[in-house]
């Protein structure tokens, strides 16, 4: 009998197919005692597997590329954190067993985490991964993970680590749903560029049986157990549709009565280029440059080594627009020559343009090298900070950009609710915003989005949020400057119209997505994507903003 049940959907398409779970964790190992005289050898075995995990991690990294290559070799940090190592090694030397160490270190670890604020919190997922990888390779059994199939099938899992998504095959996995996440998690972003439809924060995903046949639309977050054929019918007639419209839209991003809005990439680096060539994005909307300084957390990358990732991505779209967001460090990716080790809340500490202007020769560093990277390009080169609070902040950067001789349009991101009230404060020193929606939403509602049980607080549907978008958009109308949107709202086809009406000048987002928002743009004119933006402030939930800009995209 068919059954509907509701999460969060993340990743457009549709998917039907029989599921098939993820492998089960890791069995907690045993907890003997080892003999003295065997603790030398017990610590090396701990540290050949935390090598050998990371080496793994980061190999991943490396065939996956762009945001997967970030998030993995975060981990293989992670992995590797001496602290860590340290505890493990302690506790061989009172007897415990190698597995069983690290067992009990990263759960000392984890209890750590999942107490120090809900953003740390988020990073628990990722730290399972690593403790099941390094435990398994010691048990010497292998690392559940993505089911073995000749056959295409569903994915369903309680949550799915990095490194496990990273590596999809999208020939086999036709789509995923998991239990726990939520629209801005690693897994989402990485799903949208795989273009793998998900579904996440799934209640009661797990109990449903192997085998049975689902039916996952990762538009509207909806999942039809055991559908029935007139179901699956309107589902495959829907998607056959919607490729139609992706297939007949072309060119740049406008609505149907010819207001442009341009459509740009969200890249982690040269790998990301490619796929945002093809999907004809208009230029970068946000390069995020902390793959670079995740490669080796001891130290800032070099000028020289900066210079050539930047060039690789300004030469990709010659006389297009890049915006670059400089370093992003801290909170759930912290350097260790950057953060701070020891902050009680570090979401609410020393994170993005803060970190920078403790070290200035990290950020002096960083736009000399954009400077000398953009050296006779016809690219429009862009420079933003992230975590800009005030006006204070935004002279601080536009000072430091200028003392680097950057020849560029420097701008703010707007994702902390100060800098949305304060618009036009922010933009006497900056000459563009751009709205990181992800962050926005975390600061404004106090959610992590990384934690499935506040996921309806990271709904980029808020009328709250959607507000603080149409602040900015107003006050940088009344500047005569630009405000786009480069957080992850920004793939929602139905949301980018009613970003576009709210009055947002750009729209940025994973390669993926950038054909079925371009269908969408064209499908409405501009004056119905204003009607639909005051018809979703007017609602009181998300869900009712949707129902409320849906029924007026659709003239009911």
């Not at 599921?19 to 075995?45: D, F, N, S, Y």
């Not at 400089?326 to 701070?340: E, I, M, Q, Y």
């Not at 992590?448 to 709904?459: E, I, K, N, P, T």
Request: proline share 6%; glycine share 8%.
């Amino acid at each position: 009998m068919e059954t509907t049940l509701r999460g969060v959907g993340v990743s457009h398409g549709v998917a039907i197919g029989e599921v098939r779970h993820m492998g089960t964790a890791v069995l907690e190992p045993p907890a003997k005692q080892i003999p003295a005289e065997e603790a030398e050898r017990e610590q090396g075995r701990a540290r050949q597997a935390v090598e050998a995990v990371a080496a793994d991690l980061i190999a991943r990294g490396n065939l996956a590329g762009g945001e997967a290559q970030a998030v993995l070799e975060a981990q293989a940090l992670m992995a590797q954190d001496p602290e860590l190592i340290a505890d493990v090694e302690r506790r061989i030397v009172v007897g415990s067993s190698a597995e069983r160490a690290v067992y009990d270190a990263f759960a000392s670890y984890r209890a750590l985490l999942a107490g120090a604020g809900e953003y740390l919190a988020g990073r628990v997922a990722d730290l399972d991964d690593v403790r099941n990888r390094i435990v398994a390779r010691l048990l010497g059994v292998p690392m559940p993970g993505v089911p073995d199939s000749d056959e295409p099938y569903v994915l369903i899992a309680r949550d799915l680590a990095p490194a496990d998504t990273a590596l999809l095959d999208p020939t086999l996995v036709l789509g995923f749903v998991t239990e726990e996440g939520g629209p801005t998690s690693h897994s989402a972003i990485l799903a949208r560029a795989l273009g793998v439809p998900a579904v996440v924060a799934l209640p009661g995903a797990g109990e449903i049986t192997e085998g049975t046949v689902v039916a996952v639309d990762g538009s509207t977050g909806e999942v039809f157990v055991d559908p029935s054929a007139e179901k699956r019918a309107v589902m495959e007639a829907a998607a056959a549709e919607r490729r139609a419209a992706l297939s007949a839209s072309t060119g740049p991003g406008a609505t149907s009565d010819g207001h442009k809005v341009p459509l740009l990439a969200n890249i982690g680096g040269p790998a990301d280029v490619p796929a945002a060539v093809e999907a004809g994005a208009e230029g970068v909307g946000l390069f995020r440059t902390e793959f670079l300084f995740l490669d080796d957390s001891a130290e800032a990358p070099s000028q020289e080594k900066q210079i050539v990732a930047y060039r690789q991505v300004l030469e990709a779209f010659p006389e297009g627009r890049v915006v670059v967001r400089v370093l992003d460090a801290g909170a759930d990716k912290p350097l260790a020559f950057l953060t701070p080790a020891d902050e009680p809340n570090p979401a609410l500490g020393v994170r993005g343009l803060r970190s920078l202007l403790e070290h200035p020769e990290v950020l002096r560093t960083q736009l000399t090298a954009l400077a000398k990277a953009a050296e006779g390009l016809p690219v429009y080169l862009e420079v933003m900070a992230p975590m800009v609070a005030d006006r204070v902040d935004a002279k601080a950067f536009a000072d430091a950009c200028r003392a680097a001789g950057l020849r560029a349009k420097f701008g703010a991101m707007v994702e902390i609710p100060s800098a949305a009230l304060r618009a036009r404060s922010i933009l006497q020193e900056v000459e563009f915003l751009s709205l990181g929606t992800n962050d926005l939403a975390q600061y404004t509602f106090a959610a992590d989005r990384q934690v499935g049980a506040v996921a309806r607080l990271q709904d980029p549907w808020q009328p709250a949020l959607l507000d603080l978008v149409a602040l900015s958009a107003e006050g940088a109308k009344a500047e005569g400057k630009s405000c786009g949107v480069c957080g992850e709202a920004a793939s929602d086809p139905l949301l980018a119209c009613v970003l576009t009406g709210l009055g947002v000048t750009s729209l940025s987002m994973g390669a993926a997505s950038i054909p079925y928002v371009r269908a969408a743009l064209a499908t409405y004119t501009l004056a119905q994507c204003e009607r639909a933006a005051s018809a979703a402030r007017a609602a009181d939930t998300a869900e009712d903003a949707r129902s409320a800009a849906r029924a007026v995209l659709s003239g009911e």
